[in-house]
């Protein structure tokens, strides 16, 4: 059989918050999942399969929680997967769902991807004790903080571009009635002087710890012929994976980041993403992310991403809209997180993103990474002809 | 390698979760405060205890939350001969599984009894309550045949 | 349907095993590449299983991944699975033609922690696992429900292990193996009433690594392919009150997908933990248990490592499969309590 | 469509006895598992080396590459290491991180602390440790820095044994390219 057709034909998402203490963790991933499935117009029995992603179970304190979660999410008697491929997670579940699809496995399959961060904490989770030393990183800004910096370095960025992304994606946020971070009366100048959590990091700069879920319905292309809605086409999806530490290896860079691209852009025909992809939902949990991965995508030379960070190229109404939605510095609900960002690619496309739609946008970009900048998955989506 | 013998380093990962629990895991906990046990019911009228959100076959909601009694049958039980640390206690009982009345469903609970020998599906049992209740499934200290003292 | 066959297969089970996980799971890939002649550049998809709550670690995978030798970058994925949930990926990854080969594996060390502790944390978080009750004690009860019901015997029970054991006795992985009278094993105390220590599965550190390759890659490889004829998986409902645990329904329903029963079957591994599982899940799967050999490999009860258990399965057929001694396998790989989740697959020689 | 916040659960209905009482919204299930996690090979010989002050690495088959922690398999190599060798507790500053954040069981830690990978002399990768005896504000990319070790009365198999790394007063290492891990000049 050959390679079928695959498109998004529903998106689900919860609101994003610090605590949904208005619901169990079943509740919470219902609620994505039954938004998804009325933008698709379908019943829980039109599904085929359900492709649950979450980062680490411990954030819960559940051992593998798609077990307890079949009821909800209507999954009695049908094929449930678990992916878990650390920040990437919620980008390799939507690309596992498209897999079942492209395959011809199956003819409708859901993804959904969920964090309930508020049942422990993020700090607890991300930095638990070890065997044999005692821990000197603090969460992931601990991790990623010498990164930026060797970044500021290597590039000359001027030192306050981190904080225009950070204020940039917060007033995106504005327009998104399921971001966490509502912050109107927010300025710039507040930004910058918001205090160094991990130096060159502000608090500002990073990403806040949400509850939420996210659900994307997939299907082939006779089921995408009967959606309620535009459907999105999945164009192309690529994975990429490498060590977290070897001599020579690109930090700012990494290989499996620029070569997840090359390929991704490869398979959907693109050549020039600057010109072709009229905008982008970037996994940046740290603001300086952006202009990095604005390099390692192919949108800016080597040490230039932070120029189009500051020419504005990256704000709704720029050229190249990179996190209209917001972002992960708006709302970051881990196990969510990527997936938010391959549904928010689907929705522009669809023309379904409300007050943050990119007017005309034909072809979008999702991207995630996660553990070390080490797992990358990504897909490009577009209108239909 | 001079020393090849194995090395050990020990982690404990504790936290004190506490979770939020929706309407109808509510509604089961807070009849355990106050002593009473819920369920819900389905739509052929059959009642699931502990109530569950969503029904297992269809997947749609369940909204009725309806009162059984604290007495039931135990469908299934097996002995715990050596408790493990943080299990209901220290000496042996029996895990079984008690359809109480009211309820077409068991659910799992302990039952304390002397001997496995004083153990049999089809008993009847009832629940111990304790004095001071929070809303949580220990309330319910345990259950016992129904006949105890 | 693009042919697609488990081409090589390596796995080590062991009581304890003194190694961290990646030291313990690289030689069994390096054992695969050599045995098909693929070295790391000819390996199109990766894909893993494993689980943080075994490793008592978050993001535990990360660690492992450097034994498939990960620079350059690779196409990877991770499940949360068993591994043979990962082999389900990698065969759906081939099934869409871009990749023809795959590198599967599993792993689990049980050892570190208190596994019947740990997968309390699997039930109901909010009125089950609070009370901690331990993964025997679990299994005890569907035990006992299948006994008051008729379906099996406490004789039954200990036949389902004396044979297991005997036939662990040819397996190198096994951790308990030995022949036992019938009588014998029901002279033996109960464990957790009405469960003896052999009705309970053998904990065991370790994992298997398994190849994939589509059509000719495949026959060129391997001399005679075990192929994926058909696999598919299911979930259950978790609610205790719901499920019927004399039944594995869905089990029963990955089985009819496949077709097992649709023509004879010579060997079958079955992923049961408990000896009361296997013949609940021979009945789901609609085995015809006087003509098919079950579990010759001692199966879970003799030597279970968690998360690769059912990735064991697979090979363990697929091994059937490659030295002739079966034409058509069955393998199983399961979840969760009460065999919520089942995974089958009908292997098949040319 | 429905509007993007409109609730999607239906209310419950609750008999009498719970009409009219405090709804139970949060439940309490501590948690708590342990585990004896066993070192592996290579880093058994590293942490008992460690006893000694002595610093172990390993080089990968392949590619000749010198990992530190080793972990028994290099990612270079997807090989069980065979070959450990002793580095000197000496090295530059690849990055690092001033936090102003405390982290979960390091009381001890006085903020503001640099954390920092630093490249031994010999090894290709960096190595994750604290950098103290000069203000944070003065801590580079480049400095030369040395271990210092706990007093010999209180090593054990740990990392800890190193307490922090403080500068050599020797000349800054130049760094020819930020991006990449490991020796300078050796950037591919």
């Known amino acids: ?385 | 390698m001079a020393d090849d013998t194995v090395l050990r380093g020990h982690v404990t990962l504790e936290y004190p979760f506490t979770r939020s629990t929706g309407p109808v895991v509510g509604a089961f906990l807070t009849g355990l405060r106050e002593g009473v046990i819920v369920g819900i019911r389905r739509a052929d009228g059959s009642v699931l205890v502990p109530p569950c959100e969503y029904d297992p076959e269809t997947a749609e909601p369940l909204t009725e939350i309806v009162e059984v009694a604290d007495t039931g049958v135990v469908t299934s039980w097996c002995w715990n001969g050596a408790p493990r640390e943080r299990q209901p206690f220290t000496s042996p009982y029996a895990w079984a599984l008690i359809t109480l009345d009211g309820a077409a469903t068991p659910m799992l609970h302990a039952v304390r009894v002397d001997s496995p020998a004083a153990m049999q599906t089809g008993m009847r049992v009832r629940a111990k309550w304790r004095a001071e209740r929070e809303g949580h499934i220990s309330d319910i200290e345990c259950f016992v045949p129904e006949d105890a003292s | 349907m693009t042919d697609i066959a488990i081409v090589a297969y390596a796995a080590r089970q062991q009581a304890e095993v003194e190694e961290n996980e990646l030291e313990m799971i690289a030689p069994l890939i390096e054992q695969v590449r050599s045995e098909t002649g693929l070295g790391p550049d000819d390996i199109d998809f990766t894909c893993s299983g494993s689980s943080d709550f075994l490793a008592g670690a978050a993001f535990s995978f990360v660690l492992t991944l450097d034994a498939t030798r990960p620079v350059p970058p690779i196409v990877e994925s991770h499940v949360e699975m068993d591994g043979a949930w990962a082999l389900y990926e990698a065969w759906v990854k081939l099934q869409i033609g871009e990749a023809k080969t795959a590198l599967v594996y599993g792993y689990g060390k049980s050892s570190p922690g208190s596994l019947r502790d740990v997968l309390a944390t699997q039930l109901d978080p909010y009125t089950v696992a609070p009370l901690w009750p331990d993964a025997f004690g679990i299994a005890g009860l569907q035990a006992r429900l299948m006994l008051d019901a008729g379906d099996v015997t406490e004789r039954d029970l200990a036949e389902v292990a004396a044979r297991s054991l005997a036939d662990a006795a040819d397996n190198p992985n096994a951790v308990r193996a030995g022949a036992h009278s019938i009588d014998e094993l029901l002279a033996e105390p109960y464990l957790h009433d009405p469960l003896r220590a052999h009705d309970c599965p053998a904990r065991a550190d370790g994992g298997a690594a398994v190849i994939l390759a589509a059509d000719d890659v495949a026959r060129r490889v391997c001399e005679r392919p075990a192929w994926i004829r058909a696999i598919d998986h299911r979930m259950d409902v978790h609610h205790f009150g719901v499920r019927d645990p004399r039944r594995a329904r869905s089990a029963e329903l990955a089985a009819q997908a496949v077709g097992v029963t649709s023509d004879k079957v010579d060997v079958a591994e079955l992923d049961a933990p408990f000896s009361h599982q296997e013949p609940l899940l021979v009945r789901a799967l609609g085995l015809d248990a006087a003509n098919t050999r079950i579990n010759p490999s001692g199966g879970s009860l003799t030597g279970h490592v968690m998360m690769a258990a059912g990735l064991v399965r697979l090979g363990e057929a697929a091994t059937r499969v490659h030295r002739g001694d079966a034409d058509r396998a069955v393998a199983h790989a399961t979840s969760g309590p009460w065999l919520q989740q089942n995974l089958v697959a009908v292997l098949e020689g040319d | 469509m429905t509007a993007p916040l409109d609730p999607v659960a239906p209310p419950i209905t609750l008999p009498p006895s719970l009409r009219d009482v405090e709804p139970v919204q949060r439940v309490r299930t501590p948690f708590r598992l342990d585990y004896e996690v066993s070192a592996g090979r290579s880093m058994a010989a590293y942490l008992r080396a460690m006893k000694e002050k002595r610093i172990l690495g390993e080089r990968c088959p392949v590619t000749g590459q010198v990992f530190v922690p080793p972990r028994g398999v290099t990612p270079t190599s997807g090989l069980v290491t065979t070959e450990l060798v002793e580095l000197p507790d000496r090295g530059y500053v690849e990055s690092f991180c001033v936090t102003r954040v405390p982290i979960p069981g390091r009381d001890d830690l006085q903020l503001p602390y640099v954390s920092a990978w630093i490249v031994l002399d010999g090894a290709s990768v960096g190595f994750l440790g604290l950098v103290a005896d000069i203000p944070p504000e003065e801590v580079r990319l480049g400095l030369r820095v040395q271990a210092v070790w706990r007093p010999d009365d209180e090593l054990g198999e740990t990392a800890d044994n190193i307490k922090y790394w403080a500068p050599t007063g020797e000349p800054d290492v130049e760094i020819t390219s930020y991006e990449y891990v490991g020796q300078p000049g050796e950037a591919p």
């Not at chain 1, 605590?19 to 029995?45: I, Y």
């Not at chain 1, 060797?150 to 225009?164: D, H, I, K, Q």
């Not at chain 1, 939420?212 to 192309?236: K, M, Q, S, T």
């Not at chain 1, 990494?254 to 982008?280: F, H, M, W």
């Open chain 1, 1 to 385: 059989m050959a390679k079928q057709r695959c498109a998004v034909i529903g998106v689900g998402q919860t609101k994003y918050q610090s605590t949904r203490g208005d619901v169990s963790m079943a509740g919470l991933v219902r609620e994505a999942a039954l938004r998804a499935l009325a933008d698709a117009g379908l019943e829980w029995s039109d599904i085929d399969a359900v492709v649950i992603g979450k980062a680490p179970d411990f954030f819960e304190g559940v051992m593998t929680p798609e077990i307890i979660l079949a009821e909800a999410l209507g999954a009695a008697g049908k094929p449930v997967l678990r992916v878990h491929t650390a920040g990437s997670v919620g980008g390799s579940t939507a690309i596992v769902a498209s897999s079942l699809i492209e395959s011809g496995v199956h003819r409708r399959v859901l993804a959904l991807g969920f964090e309930k961060q508020s049942e422990s904490n993020a700090m607890w989770a991300l930095s638990l004790p070890q065997a044999f030393q005692t821990s000197i990183n603090a969460g992931a800004g601990g991790y990623f903080s010498p990164i930026i910096r060797r970044y500021m370095a290597m590039s000359g960025a001027p030192e306050l571009v981190g904080c225009v992304v950070a204020f940039k994606d917060r007033q995106h946020a504005l327009k998104n009635p399921y971001a966490h971070l509502h912050q109107p009366e927010l300025t710039f100048e507040e930004v910058v002087e918001s205090p160094m959590l991990w130096d060159p990091i502000r608090y500002s700069e990073t990403c806040p710890s949400s509850d939420g879920a996210c659900a994307i319905v997939l299907a082939d292309e006779r089921a995408a012929a009967d959606a309620l809605n535009p459907v999105a086409w999945v164009d192309a999806t690529a994975m990429r994976s490498e060590a977290n530490n070897f001599g020579g290896r690109n930090m700012v860079n990494p290989a499996a980041s620029s070569l997840c691209a090359q390929d991704l852009y490869a398979k959907a025909g693109i050549t020039n993403p600057r010109e072709e992809i009229d905008v982008a939902e970037i996994y940046v949990p740290f603001s300086w992310y952006e202009p990095m991965w604005l390099e390692s995508l192919g949108f800016a030379e080597r040490g230039q991403g932070w120029r189009l960070v500051e020419d504005g190229v990256t704000r709704l109404g720029g050229d190249l809209p990179v996190n209209p939605s917001g972002g992960v510095l708006s709302s970051n609900p881990i196990g969510a997180s990527g997936m938010v960002r391959f549904a928010e690619a689907a929705l522009q496309v669809r023309g379904m993103a409300g007050e943050h739609q990119v007017v005309g946008a034909r072809r979008a970009l999702g991207h995630a990474y996660g553990g070390g900048a080490q797992y990358f998955a990504m897909w490009i989506v577009s209108a239909g002809d």
